[in-house]
């Protein structure tokens, strides 16, 4: 069971990025699968899930609006697009596989059992 993140790097402020995780060696799409985020010195805290087989996600306070999240189940594929980024957003983001198919009202580390190595978004 493996999780990879792509698409991170550094932006100006305002600026948009779109981060994948691709998922591999296990039947995508029977679990909650989530964004978290950690930036040096705080907790990781979580940004965005998707409940699966529903319509249902999860987005933060912090980054209602301005991220989303979706799933192409056919490349078995997590994607967070983010836009109108803020310096406050620069962190590692990691994508994460839930135990279950929700991710709970609001998710929770202790939930989720895979995790991917992290990608680095810088906002400057």
């Known amino acids: 069971v493996q999780l990879v993140e792509s698409g991170g790097g550094s932006v100006q402020a305002g600026g948009s990025l779109r981060l994948s995780c691709a998922a591999s060696?296990?039947?995508?799409?029977?679990?909650?699968m989530a964004w978290f985020r950690q930036a040096p010195g705080k907790e990781r805290e979580a940004v965005a899930a998707h409940y699966t087989g529903t319509a249902t996600t999860y987005v933060a306070d912090s980054v209602k609006g301005r991220f989303a999240i979706s799933e192409d189940n056919a490349k078995n594929t997590l994607y967070l697009q983010m836009h109108s980024l803020k310096p406050d957003d620069s962190a590692m983001y990691y994508c994460a596989r839930g135990l279950y198919s929700s991710c709970g009202a609001t998710p929770s580390i202790s939930i989720f059992d895979v995790w991917g190595p992290g990608t680095q978004v810088t906002v400057s």
């Open positions: 060696g296990y039947t995508y799409n029977r679990n909650c």
